[in-house]
T-cell receptor, first 112, second 113 residues
Framework: GQQVMQIPQYQHVQEGEDFTTYCNSS?????IQWYKQRPGGHPVFLIQ?????EVKKQKRLTFQFGEAKKNSSLHITATQTTDVGTYFC????????????FGTGTKLQVIP | NAGVTQTPKFQVLKTGQSMTLQCAQD?????MSWYRQDPGMGLRLIHY???????DQGEVPNGYNVSRSTTEDFPLRLLSAAPSQTSVYFC????????????FGQGTRLTVV
């Protein structure tokens, strides 16, 4: 079945440093969604990318969807303590919109 | 607007006991799903439903049953709890299929002893 891996699994950064997490799917995705889960909380939707090569920005966050629609990345510029949490990518296989597979997640710790 | 409501928030079961995790949404979403979250493994899909009366298996369905008699409710049943089912369970809903934003409930932390 479809597998979605994220690297790194954990990342510690000093406040103000940049952070990037990478998402790789074993199959082509219809779209890619990104979620953030704060410690003790539930996943919250951040953004969805649909087109091959698409890039979207939300303030300090930049999201990219690969040309082959099998990988994606989330980059945070100048991290803040409010960025702490686990970031997940997720997406359905191309042609099928029913089963949404989540990535393994990247846990971000920001040291003040 | 309550969104997605899960009950209970915490539960301890003995091995072999059965129970139902409740999930209800008030957004008239067609698509609902159940995930379990274990350390280092992300969120794994257990079962999902694309509408009332329609359910299907996800990645890890063994030991779990679901039904979808109404649009609003999507309960998850553990038939005979096992320690391997100790996990945090999340219910999610979205407007239609996996192509749209998912809204998650607060989660149920289940411990099987």
């Amino acid at each position: 079945g479809q597998q979605v891996m994220q690297i790194p699994q954990y990342q510690h950064v000093q406040e103000g440093e940049d952070f990037t997490t990478y998402c790789n799917s074993s199959t082509t995705l219809s779209n890619i969604q990104w979620y953030k889960q704060r410690p003790g909380g539930h996943p919250v939707f951040l953004i969805q990318l649909v087109k091959s090569g698409e890039v979207k920005k939300q303030k300090r966050l930049t999201f990219q969807f690969g040309e082959a629609k099998k990988n994606s990345s989330l980059h945070i510029t100048a991290t803040q303590t409010t960025d702490v949490g686990t970031y997940f990518c997720a997406g359905p296989e191309s042609g099928g919109y029913q089963k949404v597979t989540f990535g393994t997640g990247t846990k971000l710790q920001v040291i003040p | 607007n309550a969104g997605v409501t899960q009950t209970p928030k915490f539960q301890v079961l003995k091995t072999g006991q059965s129970m139902t995790l409740q999930c209800a949404q008030d957004m008239n979403h067609e698509y609902m799903s159940w995930y379990r979250q274990d350390p280092g493994m992300g969120l794994r899909l257990i079962h999902y439903s694309v509408g009332a009366g329609i359910t299907d298996q996800g990645e890890v369905p063994n030991g779990y049953n679901v039904s979808r008699s109404t649009t609003e409710d999507f309960p998850l049943r553990l038939l005979s709890a096992a320690p391997s089912q100790t996990s945090v369970y999340f219910c999610a809903s979205s407007y239609s299929t996996g192509n749209t934003e998912a809204f998650f409930g607060q989660g149920t932390r289940l411990t099987v002893v």
